[in-house]
């Protein structure tokens, strides 16, 4: 069930919100893989590629392992697609 976020807001300092961050690496058209330079509170990542919204639950991205900021993107982006998050950090 995701987290909503407007009411987490009231409890959620705002240090600990993050956004457009670029994970790494760097799209190359194989790497499918992420990592953000935190760990992130299960559902609330948000993954955008390029201008659009990626779905998550494994549509468009997954959750791998958010202890450790990684997600995992369904197909590859190209070297000039670009990769930017939003999430809390843990």
């Not at 009411?7 to 194989?30: H, L, N, Y």
């Not at 990769?83 to 843990?90: H, L």
Request: glycine share 6%; proline share 8%; with cysteine.
């Amino acid at each position: 069930m995701p987290i909503d976020l407007r009411k987490m807001a009231d409890t959620i300092s705002v240090d600990r919100m993050v956004g457009f961050e670029i994970p790494s690496p760097a799209p190359d058209g194989s790497q499918v893989e992420f990592t953000l330079d935190n760990p992130y509170e299960s559902t609330t990542l948000r993954v955008h590629r390029d201008q659009l919204a990626l779905q998550g639950g494994g549509v468009d991205f997954t959750e791998t392992t958010p202890n450790s900021g990684v997600f995992t993107v369904v197909s590859a982006p190209d070297a000039d697609e670009v990769i930017w998050c939003d999430y809390i950090k843990q």
